[in-house]
C-alpha cells in the first residue's frame, strides 16, 4: 500500500501527511495499571465487562488515571453539491434547520448534552456553500481540504478531553459511501443504504451517482487524502483534523456514517491513526456504515437501533465512557482505603 510520504508535495496536505505518520503510540503502562487496579477490587469475575476495557482505553489514550473533565460534543455541518441528483429525501435546508434548532436547545442531542454535563460545540461550515458536485469534479480542492481540516483541530482547545464528534449534511452518506467504495473497494450498490429514508429509487440513484464518482477520480484514489477531498465534504475534513488533533491532548468517540468514512480516510493512511477513538454505534439504516466499522476494526459500544443521531448517540456515549471513568477511581478509592484500614488494623 502507498504510504503518505509518497504523495508528499509540499502542497496543503505536507504537514498533515507528516502528522499521520508520526502520531505517539498509546500508552499501554497506564492500561494495564487501570487492568491491575480492577484485578485488585473484590467482584464477581467479568461483572463490568467492557465498562473496565473503557476505563483502561481512557488511561492509554491519555496517560493518566481515567477521568473526564472536560467532555464535548462537537457536530459538523456541511452541505454536498451531490445533493442535486436527488440522493436524499430531505431537502439542503434541513442541515441549516437542525443547527437552528440545535442552537435553540430543542435537538435531542442538547437533552442528552444536559443529563450527562456534556458542553455541546455547533460548526456551521458555510452551509450557504456546498462542496463541488464530486460527479463533475474534486468536493474540494487541496488548499480548502487542508485548511477546513485545520479549522477541524479547534474544537480540541480550552482543556478538552473527549470529544464525541458527529455530523450534519445533506448527502452526506452518499459521500460517506463514495469514501468507503473507494479505499476498501466494491461499487456504489455495495456500500449505499435508505439513510434519512431513502426509497429504492432513491437508493439506486446513490448508488449511480458513487459508481460515476468512482469512474471518474479512479487515478486519483490511491492517495487517502485525495479520497477525501474529491469525495467527502467540509464535516469529513474538519472531523479528520479533529482525529488527528486530539491524539496527545483528548480521546475520540464516532458518530455516523461520514464520521467513520473521515476516521477511515486516517486510517487508511496510518493503521494505527484511530487507536484514541471508539465508535458509538452502527447506524440502523446504512448497512455500509457496519461494513465500514468491521473493516477499520471499530466496535460500537451500543446498539440502539437508532439512525444517524446528529450527535444524540454521541453524547450518549460519552455519557457512558464519563461513568467509566467514575466507576473506577470510586472503586479503587475504596478499594485503597479498605486496603489501609486492614494495614491500620495490624
Known sequence: MATLSSFDSGLPFGDFRALIERLPPLDERAAARVRDDFGRIEKPKTSLGRIERLAGWLAASTGRPPAVRRPVVAIFAGNHGIARHDVSPRPVEATQRFVELATASG???????????????????????????????????????????????????DGVDLIAVSSIGVGASTAAAAISAAIFGGSGADWVGA??????????????????????????????????????????AAIAGTIIAARTQATILLEGFAATAAAAVLHRANPSALDHCLLAYVAATEPGHRQLAEKIGLTPLFDLGMGEGEGTGAALAAGMVKAAALIHSGMHAADTFEIVQKEQAR
Do not use: W
Not at 458536485?133 to 487541496?142: I, L, N, Q, V
Not at 429504492?200 to 487517502?224: C, F
Open 195 to 236: 439513510g434519512s429514508g431513502a426509497d429504492a429509487a432513491m437508493i439506486g440513484r446513490k448508488a449511480e451517482t458513487v459508481d460515476h464518482a468512482l469512474a471518474l477520480h479512479s487515478g486519483h484514489l490511491e492517495d487517502p487524502l485525495e479520497v477525501l477531498r474529491r469525495l467527502g465534504g467540509r464535516e469529513f
Open 107 to 157: 435537538a435531542g442531542v442538547n437533552q442528552v448534552c444536559a443529563a450527562h454535563g456534556l458542553g455541546l460545540k455547533l460548526y456551521d461550515l458555510a452551509l450557504d456553500l456546498p462542496t463541488a458536485d464530486f460527479t463533475m469534479g474534486a468536493a474540494m480542492d487541496e488548499r480548502g481540504c487542508a485548511a477546513t481540516m485545520a479549522f477541524g483541530i479547534e474544537a480540541v482547545t
